[in-house]
């Protein structure tokens, strides 16, 4: 007891990086504090509805509708048409819905890839740190970090023209780098722990060390990061569809919303007003729910 | 030294409550202490017993929130520092009562000179110009026996050893004559070497500058070096109050029995091990009924576990214990 | 002196990141990039027209040497003519890249400004509603994408169903005026949504040196609220806030913003860029590629000198 803990520091502060035992009382605290987050709890209800619409789109339920055209251009909104119609006649409420499909498969697939990739090889760069596996690591996303973004996706999605994944891919490519940045941080803290030492003393190989007893280390800073990617990539796919390097042969809100962009000046807004409602409500509430996670996750975190 | 009729701090019915997500925690419950003018008090216990607590209490530095002073009273000078506005506080904090802090190494603004951060609390307080307050913080430095102390005005911290910031942080808290010193665990950081030149500079400067001390530790053997007087802190609660000599001699908790008994010495007889004291301490938001001690004293009866044992006085000791001595 | 000798060595530290840039973007671009060969044949070009132009543009050159050469054009600022209007590419940069700096940077700068200064009001309130207010504010703000914010902008400031105050396209480079009307509301919509973020990362900077233990020192020697703000915390927190600042700056200068730039028909570079590549126009996208990694690399050691003259811990070694 030679360094007194004060009252205030009671909390486990050290708890991100505690060993086994400890850690499922992380999880179950952690879970604990999120139901009493009454923030936290609406958001996730949100996302929640979201996900349903998103599902229902995806065994046809519902958006079905999203491509036909009716006669009537820019028709306002009505009993048939919730939120109106585009310039082709198509159901600004279908095409939103189905939005909400690609949306999430946007987020979904990047934020479940990226954080995959960085959370891996941020864990290798980590305990590796300091040997030239590190530097490789620290030297790609480097590269991949001094590229301005919207160029590098357009050069992507120019490379591999016609694909519809493109967009995805470069996403991937890019966002890695945050997540490996922390995890690596993180990893390194845990690697000079009492544990792993001991870990690597009676001779467990390294990469068992790695994968068995660091990366579920790091769980809690992938599923916060992988919130946040997700966040980014649907608020990303609106600028890129404006660009146009979004999603082709399909709908989404960034479509939308560039529709909206030459229609509003003509007086036309129910592009406009359904796209930013549907974007606006999912992210704040994605943003929302991050910001729960990693209070309940993370203790020492200072913020709001 | 004046009469100690009047004492220069008087700690009334203390309690400190800090909010955590799982309720209130009471690290403070209701302590009650008094040191005279020029007096040494060590107040010692485990980690987590308090001791810090107060200590920071007492200048109102506790975070808050979650902290605050729930209850009582801290009388210095007969002016209740619990009720100061902040405003108040401020003219006393590094004048009146300086604190200096356990860790050398963090508690100095790393991206200022030492001049910088001394000549600081000399013009707050003792409104001096720049020129003055950099003649008064040489001969602070020199005080505290830190050779060419022209050039270390202009170093900063981390161009200085442990022990050398530890005299820094001394020489900061002493500069305006201050009237209380408290040191929050001074030397726990520190080699084992500096440990005790460090402790040596507070003893000779506070009896140069005659002031109160308070010095916050769970090192016992600087307690019967430095201290007239000690506090035994125990799960937030004061178990026992005596002079050194008498505490050590004879000491009637059985907490603090134990603390003793745990100090490592030369033995006339080879012990196996050195004596610990059984058990756990009890969960601060959690406590028992009764003695807070309770369940790991061999001496505990029925009622200790039902009724907590107010501190008694008796000549200059006071214990709270049913079965003292 | 010091300086430029650790300037010097860090640029040599940094070599790897410029050749790593460039590899990617020559690969990407070049590598896997379209057969430009019938750009510039005529009809029914001859076996040995096309031999000719794909020896010219390096098509029957190993991928090594054709990267080694574009590294050897590059030293030497031989950066060539562009494909599609055969002006020369440095010429290209210096006529766009001023009009995005000029753009974006106002913005940039009010953003840097007003974040710090409400994330120094954010964490002096901290934990009151004032702070708590800010926070929402902040949260929100970054939720509305930046999309929303243009379009948004438009109708209240552009159009016949707003304000109708400043005109939506038509900037004319070369006058003052234009500028101020057309740099307005590019500013405003850039404030606005850099300001949630930058709000939040400031103040969770600022609290965390708020929570230092010399920060409490100075507080125990009765230092004012104001003075352990402004004298303590800032300084230290200046670190993050600098590095942030100074990494974005590179991206102003090269990519501009491209969704201003393309919202109001604005010609910067970031615009010309974007569409180089859409259109295979490699000239330009390789002296862009190579400007953004060497701005980069100056952004890092710039960082790293700053860090210098506010931490005196940092040492050149």
């Not at chain 2, 505290?144 to 910031?165: A, C, F, N, T, W």
């Amino acid at each position: 007891m030679d360094r007194e803990p004060e009252i205030q520091n009671k909390e486990p502060d050290s708890a991100p990086v505690e060993p086994r035992a400890k850690r499922d009382s992380l999880w179950k605290k952690a879970f604990r504090k999120f139901f009493r987050d009454k923030f936290g709890i609406a958001s996730l209800v949100v996302v929640g509805i979201y996900f349903l619409i998103a599902v229902g789109v995806w065994l046809d339920v519902i958006g079905t509708n999203w491509s036909a055209t009716t006669d009537a251009s820019f028709a306002p909104p009505s009993s048939e048409h919730w939120f109106g119609t585009n310039i082709n006649g198509q159901d600004i409420r279908d095409r939103a819905l189905y939005g909400t499909r690609v949306a999430f498969e946007v987020g979904l697939v990047v934020a479940l890839l990226a954080t995959t990739i960085g959370g891996v090889l941020g864990c290798i760069a980590g305990y590796f740190n300091r040997t030239i596996i590190d530097e490789v690591i620290m030297w790609l996303y480097g590269c991949l970090d001094s590229i301005p973004f919207y160029l590098f996706v357009a050069a992507v999605a120019f490379v591999l023209q016609g694909n519809p994944y493109a967009m995805h891919i470069a996403m991937i490519c890019t966002f890695w780098s945050s997540t490996c940045r922390i995890v690596r941080g993180e990893v390194i803290k845990i690697r000079n722990l009492e544990y792993v030492e001991a870990a690597r003393a009676v001779g467990v190989k390294p990469l068992t060390i790695v994968f068995k007893h660091v990366f579920p280390n790091t769980l809690h800073i992938l599923l916060v990061q992988a919130t946040i990617t997700f966040v980014g990539a649907i608020k990303s796919e609106v600028i890129l569809s404006f660009l146009g390097l979004g999603v082709k042969n399909s709908v989404s809100w960034g479509i939308m919303l560039s529709e909206a962009s030459s229609e509003v000046s003509g007086g036309i807004f129910y592009n406009f007003y359904t796209a930013s409602i549907f974007l606006f409500i999912l992210v704040i509430a994605f943003n929302i729910f991050a910001d729960s996670l990693q209070d309940a996750l993370d203790p020492k975190k200072v913020s709001v | 030294m004046s009469e100690t009729t009047k004492p220069l701090l008087s700690v009334r019915e203390l309690a400190i409550e800090f909010k955590t997500e799982t309720g209130v925690a009471r690290a403070v419950d209701h302590i009650s202490f008094d040191l005279a003018e020029g007096e040494t008090v060590g107040i010692v216990g485990e980690s987590g017993c308090g001791k810090s607590v107060t200590a920071l209490s007492i200048l109102r530095l506790i975070p808050s929130p979650p902290g605050r002073i729930a209850h009582g009273q801290i009388l210095f000078e007969g002016n209740d520092l619990a009720s100061n506005s902040e405003r108040e506080m401020r003219k006393i904090r590094g004048n009146q009562i300086s604190m200096i802090f356990q860790e050398p190494m963090t508690a100095l603004n790393p991206v200022y000179t030492i001049g910088s951060q001394l000549t600081d609390v000399l013009r707050l307080h003792k409104k001096l110009k720049q020129k003055e307050a950099r003649e008064e913080a040489v001969h602070m430095l020199e005080t505290v026996d830190i050779e060419s102390p022209e050039k270390r005005l202009d170093e900063y911290p981390h161009q200085l050893s442990g022990g050398m910031r530890q005299r820094v942080m001394i020489a900061m808290a002493l500069s305006c004559n201050p009237r209380l010193l408290i040191a929050d665990e001074p030397t726990t950081a520190l080699d084992v070497t500096v440990q005790a030149q460090v402790m040596e500079e507070i003893n000779k400067l506070q009896k140069q500058f005659q002031m109160g001390v308070i010095l916050i530790t769970h090192d016992l053997g600087v307690i019967a070096e430095s201290c007239q007087k000690v506090i035994v802190m125990y799960c937030g609660k004061i178990v026992e109050i005596a002079p050194t000599n008498e505490l050590f001699r004879n000491p009637q908790h059985p907490y603090t029995k134990g603390l003793l008994h745990s100090i490592p010495r030369i033995r006339k007889e080879k012990i196996d091990r050195l004596p610990t004291i059984p058990g756990t301490v009890p969960d601060i938001q959690n406590l028992p009924k009764g003695c807070r001690f309770a369940d790991r004293c061999p001496k505990a009866s029925d009622q200790c576990h039902e009724q907590y044992p107010e501190l008694t006085h008796q000549d200059t000791r006071s214990v709270a214990c049913y079965h003292p001595g | 002196m010091e300086t430029l000798q650790y300037a010097l060595r860090k640029f040599i530290y940094s070599i790897p990141l410029l050749f790593g840039v460039t590899l990617i973007a020559f690969t990407l671009m070049v590598y896997f990039g379209p057969d430009q060969t019938y750009q510039f044949l005529s009809k029914n070009p001859t076996p040995e027209e096309i031999e000719r132009v794909r020896s010219e543009l390096g098509y029957d050159q190993a991928f090594a040497v054709r990267y080694v050469q574009y590294l050897g054009d590059l030293a030497t600022l031989n950066l060539g003519n562009s494909n599609s209007s055969g002006e020369r590419v440095t010429q290209i940069l210096v006529k766009h890249i001023p009009v995005s700096v000029a753009l974006a940077l106002p913005g940039f700068i009010l953003s840097v400004v007003l974040g710090v200064s409400i994330a120094l009001i954010a964490a002096f309130y901290r934990g009151t509603w004032v702070d708590k207010g800010i926070m929402v504010f902040a949260v929100v703000g970054m939720s509305i994408s930046f999309l929303i914010v243009v379009i948004a902008f438009q109708i209240i400031f552009c159009s016949f169903y707003g304000l109708n105050w400043f005109p939506v396209q038509g900037w004319d480079v070369d006058s003052v005026g234009s500028y101020l009307s057309h740099v307005t509301v590019p500013t405003m919509a850039i404030v606005f949504v850099a300001l949630g973020y930058n709000t939040r990362f400031y103040r969770a900077v600022i609290v965390e040196e708020m929570n230092r233990d010399y920060v409490r020192t100075a507080r125990a020697f009765g230092a004012s609220p104001v003075k352990l703000l402004f004298k303590h915390v800032l300084k230290n927190a200046m670190i993050p806030i600098i590095t942030r600042v100074i990494i974005t700056l590179p991206f102003i200068v090269i990519g501009g913003n491209i969704i201003i730039e393309k919202y109001f028909s604005i010609p910067g570079i970031g615009q010309v860029t974007l569409e180089a590549i859409i259109s295979g126009d490699l000239p330009i996208v390789k002296a862009v590629v190579a400007l953004t990694a060497v701005l980069y690399v100056f952004a890092l050691i710039l960082t790293d000198i700053s860090y210098k003259m506010i931490d005196p811990r940092v040492s050149y070694k």
